[in-house]
């Protein structure tokens, strides 16, 4: 899913939407004929508004979710709107066909890293839209020519009569001109705001408690929601006993939903507490005597099959046959929950006429339409709210828990607040897959490496919503494995389908988030079976890949990176390096790590990104500090295991993410190579782990091969243990 096509800027600019920019209360009837008197005044094109006061308000296609998108896309309508930045409202824009930008027009959802390099030109052109309406509207009221007309922060001049007028005092005027198709776009030498570090416009309501948030929502006549579903996947309900919770404080009633059962009440911890007391029968199910270590040992055995080729260049066969000596090692990562801060949440209210929710979700199409299909009334009487998420990471990419917001609604013929507990949140999640792979190389006589051979057993999140063809290879379980920058004659990378019986989904950079870790390690390898320092042997298969080479050659200038182990002020500390594209960017990290009590500590990450062109360089470096603690947390610590078809995790106290004392400190510097614009939140992730492992071989001669690390004892020295298949 890496190919951006955009759809036709006639499309985006002349199309229309009816505003959601309206308070929450309003009657559906009242708050659609609002819409329409506010659209005809001020509606410049689909993704902007301007009101006689001046104020701008932006349809963002994109959500914010903590990764800066509601600062970064207002700056690139600002740039060519030419007005103030702070003059911008961001709201999210309805569902509806035109804010489908991504994949030829197809799809709108907000991941992959895509909110930027798929609307980068489509929004610039609608603010220069905007800008020419503007100009065009005032050269006729000043009858004068549209070259001589200028613009300045908001207003429109005439300098030759020393005339200014106010953007807002030509709305009307502007509503009435024709939305130029192909409007001419700043240099970049002009620019104001793109690639400037602009703090988050976000921040201050998100301080002070005025941020709206899913879970805030509240409602006349709203009732809350606990449920759960049936804790073994692919079981049913059988019976559940509702008199037993029915006389409890608030409750109001027991109902099915899919694969579960709720209780309403008149507040959410009565229905979570008459919930915990209910008593439910289950039917048995094949998946109650599933385990992970199960599956983990079934997907191993898998490792020396054939599977479908990813990726061939070559002729592995014979490199391998010509070998001097032949390595191999094997890589495990676990399953992941998202454990998103804010619960999973969603508030629905259903009528016989309209649907309106209130949903915090990473693709406002997929739950209009999800909606439609279940109460049956048609896409325009559909109004789905997004407010801020707290926190996404792809869970919300899903639309289980407003499915079942929309289920209870429409039988209760109330508004219902779904609310899931932190327990319900980890055990139901569509968790990371877990994955196993298997890395060979040959070294050839001349003390190369030859050839390169990888295995991946395993799903993808790809494969499992779509389906693949049997030629084809799960792009999210081979990314960041296969088409690799390092001059290597001969790759294969093969991958095993071995399917999970449990849910499984998008999490923080999908198949680059554990092929960043397994794939910079076995560099790390290789690098070491060839009797060569790692950052040298990457820069010599680097020299075909200058972008790659620049970014290495950045990081390590900046860490200052030493080959060897150094001790300083009593401390004992490795560097290790990892370097990794993902997104159509490339990140490369250094660590300084050393054990202490047979743990690791990083005491600090140095990160070099080059994603083409910053937009915002602040969230730039905020979302590289952050995707290197997600890379920390599951290097050393997260981890899904399941007995007996149940999840033995249920909250943070089995569950823990990465602490704030284990957050070392991160230098980033940004590498503004002018290629092609690529994604920020989530490359940040992919080197880290990788990057400490290698520094940890360095300082124990254990090899890092399977994650979390918690319960790894590193205070002893060990064998190097990479399988030595052939010498000689």
């Not at 907000?110 to 610039?124: E, Q, V």
């Not at 099915?256 to 919930?275: E, S, Y």
């Not at 479908?308 to 066969?317: N, R």
């Not at 088409?483 to 004659?489: G, K, M």
Request: charged share 20%; hydrophobic share 40%; net charge neutral.
């Amino acid at each position: 899913m890496n190919e951006i096509v955009n759809v036709s800027r006639r499309q985006l600019i002349k199309g229309g939407a009816a505003s959601l920019t309206l308070a929450f209360f309003l009657p559906l009837k009242g708050r659609l004929a609002l819409a329409e008197k506010v659209t005809a005044q001020t509606r410049l094109n689909a993704f902007l508004t301007l009101e006689t006061n001046g104020q701008v308000t932006f349809y963002s296609p994109f959500i914010e979710m903590g990764q800066g998108t509601y600062t970064s896309l207002p700056m690139l309508v600002a740039e060519e709107m030419d007005i103030d930045i702070a003059r911008i409202k961001v709201v999210q824009a309805p569902h509806g066909k035109q804010y489908k930008i991504m994949f030829g027009g197809t799809q709108r959802f907000t991941g992959g890293s895509y909110s930027i390099r798929s609307s980068y030109d489509i929004l610039r052109h609608a603010g220069a839209a905007a800008r020419l309406m503007l100009i065009n509207a005032a050269a006729k009221l000043w009858n004068v020519p549209v070259n001589e007309i200028s613009t300045e922060s908001g207003d429109v001049l005439h300098r030759k009569t020393n005339r200014k007028i106010a953007y807002g005092q030509l709305v009307q005027l502007a509503s009435k001109e024709n939305p130029p198709e192909n409007p001419t776009l700043k240099s970049p030498s002009a620019f104001r705001y793109i690639g400037k570090a602009i703090k988050r416009t976000d921040t201050t309501a998100k301080t002070d408690g005025s941020a709206i948030f899913g879970i805030d929502i509240n409602i006349p006549g709203m009732l809350y929601a606990a449920v759960k579903k049936t804790p073994i996947y692919g079981a049913k309900v059988l019976s559940f006993d509702a008199a037993a919770v029915r006389n409890m404080p608030g409750v109001v009633t027991v109902e099915t939903i899919p694969q579960g059962v709720a209780v309403i009440a008149d507040r959410f911890w009565r229905a979570q507490k008459a919930l915990e007391k209910l008593p439910i029968q289950y039917q048995d199910t094949p998946n109650q005597q599933f385990s992970s270590a199960q599956l983990a040992q079934q997907m191993r055995a898998r490792l020396d099959e054939t599977g479908v080729v990813a990726e061939s260049k070559g002729d592995v066969l014979q490199a391998f046959e010509q070998a001097e000596k032949i390595f191999s090692a094997d890589y495990e990562v676990p399953f992941l929950a998202h454990t998103t801060m804010e619960p999973m949440n969603c508030t629905a209210h259903v009528t016989n006429t309209f649907c309106e929710l209130w949903a915090p979700n990473q693709g406002v199409d997929f739950v209009a339409e999800m909606a439609a299909k279940i109460t049956g009334l048609p896409l325009d009487k559909i109004i789905v709210h997004t407010p801020y998420l707290g926190g996404g990471y792809g869970r919300r990419f899903y639309t289980d828990v407003a499915e079942q917001a929309v289920v209870l609604s429409k039988k209760l013929g109330k508004p219902i607040k779904v609310v899931w507990s932190r327990e319900e949140d980890v055990r139901q999640d569509f968790f990371r897959p877990m994955t196993v792979v298997k890395h060979r190389a040959a070294i050839d006589q001349k003390g190369t490496i030859s050839a390169w051979h990888s295995t991946l057993v395993g799903e993808g999140p790809i494969g499992r919503l779509f389906g693949v063809q049997p030629d084809e290879a799960d792009n999210s379980v081979v990314e960041g494995a296969r088409h690799q920058p390092y001059q290597i004659a001969n790759k294969q990378v093969d991958w095993v389908q071995h399917k999970h019986p449990i849910p499984i989904g998008f999490w923080r950079s999908v198949g680059h988030s554990f092929n960043g870790f397994i794939t910079e390690s076995f560099v790390d390898e290789m690098a070491f079976a060839c009797g060569k320092e790692p950052v040298a042997f990457r820069q010599e298969l680097l020299t075909n890949s200058p972008r790659f080479l620049a970014v290495l050659n950045q990081v390590t200038e900046m860490a200052d990176y030493q080959a060897g182990v150094s001790e300083t002020a009593g401390i004992r500390a490795a560097y290790g390096v990892a370097i990794h594209e993902s997104f159509n960017s490339i990140v490369a990290q250094v660590a300084q790590v050393s054990i202490v009590k047979g743990q690791a500590k990083v005491h600090k990450i140095w990160c070099a990104v080059d994603c083409g062109l910053a937009v915002n360089p602040d969230t730039i470096e905020a979302q590289m500090q952050s995707g290197i603690s997600t890379g920390l947390s599951q290097l050393f610590l997260e981890e899904v295991t399941f007995e007996q078809g149940k999840t033995v995790q249920n909250n943070f106290h089995n569950y823990p993410i990465l602490p704030p004392h284990m957050m070392p400190a991160v230098e980033v510097k940004i590498i503004q190579s002018g290629a092609e614009i690529g994604g920020i939140g989530e490359p940040g992730t992919p080197p880290t782990a990788a990057a400490v492992t290698n520094a940890i071989f360095k300082l124990t001669k254990q090899r890092i091969r399977r994650l979390p690390i918690a319960n790894i004892d590193l205070s002893v020295t060990a064998e190097d243990s990479t399988t030595t298949v052939r010498t000689g």
